[in-house]
Nanobody, 124 residues
Framework: QVQLVESGGGLVQAGGSLRLSCVVSGDTFSTYMMGWFRQPPGKEREFVAV????????KYGDSVKGRFTISRDDAKDTVYLQMNSLKPEDTAVYYCAGRRSVSIYYAPGDYEYWGQGTQVTVSS
């Protein structure tokens, strides 16, 4: 079965950086559109970033534009989220998600597979 495993979360001070990784196994990663979502405490899960199966296009949520970068390495079956200039409001559980698609999707319900999540905490 398809499995997604995130890593790289942790505690960081405001203004700092973290890089999240998500390794996909059980299917052909290069055919997958991959996204990152986050869920702050007591709030709904929200879109952060997405990258197409080819890596030719990326999209970002308004709150992270210019600070976060999504990328993929098909040789390693891995998608990354580089997070710079972190703010306390970025504190959340971060999830990677994927599905086979040539299109881009922004809603959590449009994704088929999910990781278990990794906690990111930004202190002020």
């Amino acid at each position: 079965q398809v499995q997604l495993v995130e890593s790289g979360g942790g505690l960081v001070q405001a203004g700092g950086s973290l890089r999240l990784s998500c390794v996909v196994s059980g299917d052909t990663f290069s055919t997958y559109m991959m996204g990152w979502f986050r869920q702050p405490p007591g709030k709904e899960r929200e879109f952060v970033a997405v990258i197409t199966w080819s890596g030719s296009a990326t999209k970002y949520g308004d709150s992270v534009k210019g600070r976060f970068t999504i990328s993929r390495d098909d040789a390693k079956d891995t998608v990354y989220l580089q997070m710079n200039s972190l703010k306390p409001e970025d504190t959340a559980v971060y999830y990677c998600a994927g599905r086979r698609s040539v299109s881009i999707y922004y809603a959590p319900g449009d994704y088929e597979y999910w990781g278990q999540g990794t906690q990111v905490t930004v202190s002020s």
